[in-house]
Protein backbone atom coordinates (compact mmCIF):
# COMPACT_ATOMS: atom_id res chain seq x y z
CA UNK A 1 0.00 0.00 0.00
CA UNK A 2 3.15 2.42 1.00
CA UNK A 3 4.21 1.83 -2.36
CA UNK A 4 1.56 2.42 -4.15
CA UNK A 5 0.19 5.28 -1.91
CA UNK A 6 3.71 7.38 -2.30
CA UNK A 7 3.83 6.06 -6.32
CA UNK A 8 6.57 4.32 -6.30
CA UNK A 9 5.36 1.32 -8.05
CA UNK A 10 7.26 2.43 -11.38
CA UNK A 11 10.74 3.28 -9.56
CA UNK A 12 10.69 -0.15 -7.89
CA UNK A 13 10.06 -2.43 -10.49
CA UNK A 14 12.44 -0.77 -13.03
CA UNK A 15 15.02 -1.61 -10.30
CA UNK A 16 13.88 -4.88 -9.34
CA UNK A 17 13.89 -5.70 -13.64
CA UNK A 18 17.32 -4.20 -13.67
CA UNK A 19 19.18 -6.53 -10.73
CA UNK A 20 16.72 -9.54 -12.46
CA UNK A 21 18.78 -8.81 -15.96
CA UNK A 22 21.97 -8.60 -13.88
CA UNK A 23 21.54 -11.35 -11.66
CA UNK A 24 20.23 -13.37 -15.13
CA UNK A 25 23.60 -12.30 -16.91
CA UNK A 26 25.64 -13.07 -14.03
CA UNK A 27 23.91 -16.86 -14.33
CA UNK A 28 24.75 -17.27 -17.99
CA UNK A 29 28.04 -16.76 -17.18
CA UNK A 30 28.33 -18.94 -14.74
CA UNK A 31 27.00 -21.62 -16.32
CA UNK A 32 28.97 -21.44 -19.68
CA UNK A 33 32.12 -21.05 -17.53
CA UNK A 34 31.09 -24.33 -15.66
CA UNK A 35 30.69 -25.95 -19.12
CA UNK A 36 33.95 -24.81 -20.30
CA UNK A 37 35.36 -26.29 -17.01
CA UNK A 38 33.48 -30.03 -17.39
CA UNK A 39 35.34 -29.89 -20.94
CA UNK A 40 38.88 -29.00 -20.21
CA UNK A 41 38.12 -31.64 -17.27
CA UNK A 42 37.63 -34.35 -19.44
CA UNK A 43 39.59 -33.48 -22.18
CA UNK A 44 43.04 -32.96 -19.62
CA UNK A 45 43.32 -36.62 -19.24
CA UNK A 46 43.22 -38.19 -22.66
CA UNK A 47 45.48 -34.72 -23.49
CA UNK A 48 48.19 -35.66 -21.45
CA UNK A 49 48.09 -39.14 -22.32
CA UNK A 50 47.99 -38.42 -25.50
CA UNK A 51 51.07 -36.04 -25.07
CA UNK A 52 53.34 -38.13 -22.81
CA UNK A 53 53.46 -41.21 -24.97
CA UNK A 54 54.32 -38.95 -28.34
CA UNK A 55 57.26 -37.25 -26.41
CA UNK A 56 58.50 -40.87 -24.93
CA UNK A 57 58.48 -42.02 -28.90
CA UNK A 58 59.81 -39.14 -29.83
CA UNK A 59 62.99 -39.23 -27.57
CA UNK A 60 63.92 -42.71 -29.25
CA UNK A 61 62.13 -45.01 -26.75
CA UNK A 62 60.48 -48.40 -27.59
CA UNK A 63 57.28 -48.81 -25.69
CA UNK A 64 56.77 -52.69 -23.89
CA UNK A 65 53.13 -53.63 -23.66
CA UNK A 66 53.83 -53.42 -19.45
CA UNK A 67 55.12 -49.89 -19.56
CA UNK A 68 51.99 -48.73 -21.77
CA UNK A 69 49.11 -50.76 -19.19
CA UNK A 70 51.04 -49.04 -16.74
CA UNK A 71 51.16 -45.95 -17.62
CA UNK A 72 47.40 -46.52 -18.76
CA UNK A 73 46.34 -47.29 -15.14
CA UNK A 74 48.35 -44.32 -13.39
CA UNK A 75 46.54 -41.57 -16.13
CA UNK A 76 43.27 -43.01 -15.49
CA UNK A 77 43.97 -42.85 -11.29
CA UNK A 78 44.84 -39.08 -11.84
CA UNK A 79 41.81 -38.97 -13.91
CA UNK A 80 39.33 -38.46 -11.20
CA UNK A 81 40.79 -36.24 -8.74
CA UNK A 82 41.90 -34.01 -11.61
CA UNK A 83 37.94 -33.67 -12.77
CA UNK A 84 37.56 -32.10 -9.04
CA UNK A 85 40.23 -29.59 -9.68
CA UNK A 86 37.44 -27.54 -11.82
CA UNK A 87 34.05 -28.28 -9.30
CA UNK A 88 36.57 -27.09 -6.52
CA UNK A 89 37.71 -24.18 -7.93
CA UNK A 90 34.08 -22.76 -8.95
CA UNK A 91 32.93 -23.90 -5.58
CA UNK A 92 36.21 -22.05 -3.96
CA UNK A 93 34.73 -18.89 -6.34
CA UNK A 94 31.55 -18.92 -4.92
CA UNK A 95 32.44 -19.24 -1.43
CA UNK A 96 34.46 -16.02 -1.98
CA UNK A 97 31.50 -14.50 -3.25
CA UNK A 98 28.98 -15.67 -0.48
CA UNK A 99 31.67 -14.39 2.53
CA UNK A 100 32.36 -11.09 0.92
CA UNK A 101 28.36 -10.47 0.48
CA UNK A 102 27.81 -11.78 4.36
CA UNK A 103 30.62 -9.11 5.30
CA UNK A 104 29.19 -6.29 3.25
CA UNK A 105 25.98 -7.58 4.97
CA UNK A 106 27.87 -7.42 9.14
CA UNK A 107 29.43 -4.21 8.76
CA UNK A 108 26.42 -2.27 7.21
CA UNK A 109 25.27 0.92 9.25
CA UNK A 110 22.45 -0.23 11.44
CA UNK A 111 19.49 1.84 11.24
Not at 18 to 40: D, G, M, P, S, T
Not at 80 to 87: A, F, N, S, T
Request: some cysteine.
Amino acid sequence: KILKLNSWVDYFLDKVSRLRVKELNAINKRWLFRAFQIAISFLMSPTFMISTFTIFFLTGHTMVLSTAFAARHVFYTIDEPMHWIPQFIATFTEFIVSMKRIQKFLFCYEI
